[in-house]
């Protein structure tokens, strides 16, 4: 049974640019949680995705965006990249809520 | 909104001794508490978790306690291997449609 699934594992990217990080949930799970986690930190919320619609969203610009296709994968996007965007990107998915969520392996993304 | 504390930020424990790690949250809704162990490198995997309808959980030599009066939940890990050397983070959260709010994590080393 596969777990969660990220893409692209390692990204790097210079300022102002934009990036795409792709995830697909568990089989079965319906809810997919973004988190950006920087060095040294805990995972910080960003959004929240249950059913294809937006159920929460973290204190992140409007940069950052995210949505959820019928097949309950997601895009988390971020416009105009800053230095301080550098992180490891993780999704979470869980089968209809925020409990018992299960990471992917992350998306390290370095911003030059 | 929630904010987790957690207690200590690194902790050393020779091997076979016993680590415990302790967290606060602030809101009193607040009732899944999860707890992810991440590996250098790694994503953040779910150990142990309890709700609030309980007040202790345990699974081998990994046990979580929670006292909701006073608003503190700790992890308590017994008979340290090596491979328990990790960075540990508990987190919190309501039960529906609300993030999960991670404390900053304890990097624990277990010394052979």
């Known amino acids: 049974d596969a777990g969660v699934t990220q893409s692209p594992t390692h990204l790097i990217k210079t300022r102002g640019q934009h990036v795409t990080l792709r995830c697909s949930p568990i089989?079965?799970?319906?809810?997919v949680s973004w988190y950006q986690q920087v060095l040294g930190q805990g995972p910080q919320f960003i959004f929240q995705y249950y059913e294809k619609e937006e159920r929460g969203r973290g204190n992140f610009p409007d940069r950052f965006s995210a949505r959820q296709f019928p097949n309950y994968s997601s895009e988390l996007n971020v416009n105009a990249l800053l230095l301080g965007d550098s992180a490891l990107y993780l999704c979470a998915s869980s089968f209809g809520g925020p409990e018992t969520q299960y990471f992917g392996p992350g998306t390290r993304l370095l911003v030059l | 909104g929630e904010n987790v504390e957690q207690h200590p930020s690194t902790l050393s424990v020779q091997e076979g001794d016993s680590a415990v790690i302790k967290c606060t949250y602030s809101?009193?809704?607040?009732?899944?508490f999860p707890w992810y162990k991440q590996e250098l490198g790694k994503r953040p995997q779910l150990i142990i978790d309890?709700?609030?309808?309980?007040g202790e959980k345990k699974d081998q030599r990994i046990a979580v306690t929670l006292n909701k009066t006073a608003k503190h939940f700790s992890l308590h890990i017994t008979e340290t291997q090596p491979e328990d050397s990790a960075v540990y983070f508990c987190a919190a959260s309501k039960r529906r449609n609300t993030p999960l709010v991670f404390g900053k994590g304890t990097r624990l080393s277990v010394i052979a």
């Open positions: 809101d009193s809704a607040s009732n899944y």
């Open positions: 309890i709700r609030s309808n309980v």
């Open positions: 089989s079965g799970h319906k809810s």
